[in-house]
């Protein structure tokens, strides 16, 4: 071995250019790889060489904040040195202990002393990538499961990455986010108004430790524009560009009808905008959508195909093959637009069945139907006229939601502002609208002090 590899970092004077100060991090041997692997630098050490390089720079900032305070600000004596304090700080790879300048008031009566730390300065000891990245983890997956990815991604076991950090930290990011979307979006960030939005709400369910509960309703809304509805195969379909929003809160759907009126704006809605909302059928989620109905030009609810379909084939499932094609034909009527004779099929169908558990499906078909009688059309008249009828696309959109994060093995039990907050961070990633914003959500309020 001839060479050796040195990491030094200098402190230059920039007027002079002199070096006043010179570290070496870090020497490394140069050596022919002998394999792929002695290729250059391995993750640990990656991160090991970033954090060296990140304490020297942190140990020249530091130095650099003062209190601010040229006088006492309790009796306005005169100050004094009084060494250095010692405070924690979290860089998105690295920790690191920072040591910031005391004062003392000379006054002896007084006594008052200053004592900056990470946190009175900036309103936090946690950089806001950091944050980001725990927001982040912490919204698609368990909190368990982000404190391992983070780990891995770290090389390293780190507290601050700990699960009950992540959770503390997703759970105040998300109330943030979830009190900004009270607010109308900035009309200056509004695209052209949209002639045609379509809407879909929907609802999950997720477990609570809330007493005498077994689970509470999660409402889900997505708002787009028709061309954003982009074929991609015969079974695949994309929404490029889409508001989603989420609400878990037990308000009479207060919040909820807000958010989604506030994610149609974001899509373009005005008063000459027709909205077309597909809905599963739950009465929740028509008030939701009827709600919308002041603030566009027509509003057109219908019943989701989608679940019509799904509760068909329940049926047929239940009811097995000798029935299956005169239940077919029901069906049939209902796509082409013929809800009486349909719902008139189910009654004639019913008569002739004895068991009674086949009779309770029908009739809970029937009901169904029955009650989304309003919001039944020409199914394959839309279909042939190429207008959205089923939110099939969106299901998945919704599932992917709700339940990825809520629905998992490891048994989470979520209060409701809990979920309600957590997913408030995950339906601003679902609209593409978390990279843009996250800071306003993740800086804290406190600003470096003058
Ligand atoms: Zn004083």
């Not at 942190?58 to 309790?74: M, N, R, V």
């Not at 189910?346 to 002739?352: I, V």
Request: charge should be neutral; glycine fraction near 4%; include cysteine.
């Amino acid at each position: 071995m001839d060479y050796e590899f040195r990491v030094i970092v200098e402190k230059v004077s920039v007027s002079s250019q002199k070096v006043v100060k010179r570290d070496t991090l870090k020497i490394y041997d140069i050596q022919k790889p002998e394999s792929i692997l002695e290729f250059g630098l391995r993750h640990a050490e990656q991160i090991s060489l970033l954090s060296k390089i990140q304490s020297a720079l942190l140990a020249e900032q530091s130095i650099l904040i003062d209190s601010g305070h040229t006088q006492c600000p309790k009796c306005g004596g005169k100050l004094s040195k009084l060494g250095f304090m010692e405070s924690q700080f979290h860089a998105v790879f690295s920790d690191h202990q920072v040591r910031m300048q005391k004062h003392k008031c000379k006054n002896p009566e007084c006594n008052w002393q200053g004592t900056p730390t990470t946190i009175t300065v900036f309103g936090t000891d946690i950089h806001p990538d950091l944050v980001k990245l725990q927001c982040e983890q912490g919204a698609v997956q368990s909190y368990r499961d982000a404190e391992e990815h983070l780990e891995k991604l770290n090389c390293q076991r780190r507290r601050v990455n700990n699960h009950v950090q992540i959770q503390r930290v997703t759970n105040q990011v998300g109330e943030r986010v979830s009190q900004f979307n009270l607010n109308p979006p900035n009309p200056d960030e509004l695209p052209v108004a949209a002639r045609e939005l379509i809407v879909q709400v929907d609802g999950g369910h997720i477990a609570t430790q809330e007493q005498d509960k077994r689970s509470f309703e999660a409402l889900s809304g997505i708002v787009y524009r028709p061309n954003c509805l982009v074929v991609i195969d015969e079974h695949h379909r994309q929404i490029t560009n889409k508001s989603c929003t989420i609400c878990t809160l037990d308000d009479r759907l207060a919040t909820m009808k807000l958010y989604l009126h506030h994610a149609a704006i974001k899509q373009g809605l005005t008063a000459e905008t027709h909205v077309t909302a597909l809905a599963d059928g739950a009465s929740n989620c028509w008030s939701v959508i009827l709600a919308l109905e002041p603030h566009c030009q027509s509003l057109e609810p219908i019943l989701d195909w989608f679940h019509i379909g799904q509760k068909f084939q329940n049926v047929k499932n239940a009811l097995g093959e000798t029935l299956a094609e005169s239940l077919e034909s029901v069906k049939w009527n209902l796509w082409h637009g013929k809800a009486n004779e349909s719902i008139q099929g189910l009654t004639m169908l019913r008569d002739k069945i004895t068991d009674k558990k086949q009779r309770s499906k029908l009739k809970g078909l029937q009901e169904y139907l029955e009650n989304n009688r309003n919001f039944l059309v020409n199914y394959d008249e839309r279909k042939q006229a190429g207008k959205v009828f089923t939110s099939q696309v969106a299901e998945c959109h919704i599932d992917s939601i709700i339940n990825a994060r809520h629905k998992r093995k490891q048994k989470m039990q979520w209060t409701r502002e809990g979920a309600h907050n957590v997913l408030q961070i995950r339906a601003m990633i679902a609209s593409n609208e978390w990279e843009e914003n996250w800071l306003d959500f993740v800086l804290p309020d406190a600003v470096l002090a003058a």
